[in-house]
């Protein structure tokens, strides 16, 4: 199946959108079912399994920040505080979401910007961590490659679900009527597929500097790890900032 991306409905719908809104909640049970916010979290772990301390995890294209809040909830038991800076075109986080993570004693931080735009910045701090769900996908090759290159400058850990692009994901998006989804999700959920990831593709698309441990792999029944970790001897510099060292565009 090649890789084919289309416009989602969902992100042509206003927020406010009663179809927008059902499809939000779909997403979140979607979420729930593959697992995604177990699979990441693990990996944050065993990533940072030595590192107690503040933990800045910042997530590309947040939504309305349930996924971040899901991920949260799987990392309480690590030591240390944690800043949640949750990233998306539209600022759709609730007070509910906020108030959750800040139960479980993270900071959290909106950010309504372009991703492009905002990693583009020279000044930002970076952050301990970048993980995205379920928006890689909406890419082409040539944007993926762009927005990777900045993400590795801001970061030296990076972790990624995103829709397994096969054929049996492809079957599972015709039984979401079933389950209440409506006619957004449907759409969407075949597009996201087609869009999606095999093989080494994501690997593809990341800085070829050669100071980066990268793992992609099928994960769970429907979803696509991808993870890009800067080795040590790079990571822990004089600085101790991410290095940028070959990860020019």
Do not use: Y
């Amino acid at each position: 199946m090649e890789r084919c991306i289309q416009r989602e409905w969902l992100d042509e719908l206003p927020p406010e959108e009663p179809r927008a809104i059902h499809s939000r909640r779909d997403l979140q049970r979607i979420n729930a079912w593959m697992g995604n916010a177990r699979i990441l979290a693990r990996e944050i772990k065993v990533a940072r399994i030595q590192q107690p301390g503040m933990l800045r995890i910042l997530e590309l294209g947040a939504g309305d920040g349930t996924f971040m809040l899901r991920l949260a909830r799987r990392m309480q038991n690590r030591p240390g505080l944690a800043e949640a800076l949750l990233l998306d075109q539209q600022s759709i986080v609730s007070d509910k979401t906020r108030g959750g993570l800040m139960q479980l004693g993270w900071t959290v931080k909106t950010i309504c910007a372009d991703v492009f735009e905002w990693l583009g910045q020279p000044a930002i701090d970076p952050v301990d961590v970048i993980v995205a769900n379920l928006f890689l996908h909406h890419f082409p090759g040539q944007d993926l490659e762009v927005l990777l290159h900045q993400a590795a400058r801001r970061t030296n850990l990076f972790v990624a679900c995103e829709p397994r692009r096969s054929g049996f994901a492809l079957a599972a998006t015709r039984t979401l009527r079933l389950i209440g989804c409506n006619e957004v999700t449907r759409h969407d959920a075949l597009l996201s597929v087609r869009s999606g990831f095999d093989a080494k593709e994501i690997s593809s698309s990341w800085p070829k500097s050669g100071a980066w441990e990268l793992r992609e792999k099928p994960a769970g029944l429907f979803s696509h790890l991808f993870l890009a970790r800067r080795m040590a001897a790079v990571a822990n510099d004089s600085s101790g900032e991410p290095s940028e060292h070959g990860d020019e565009v």
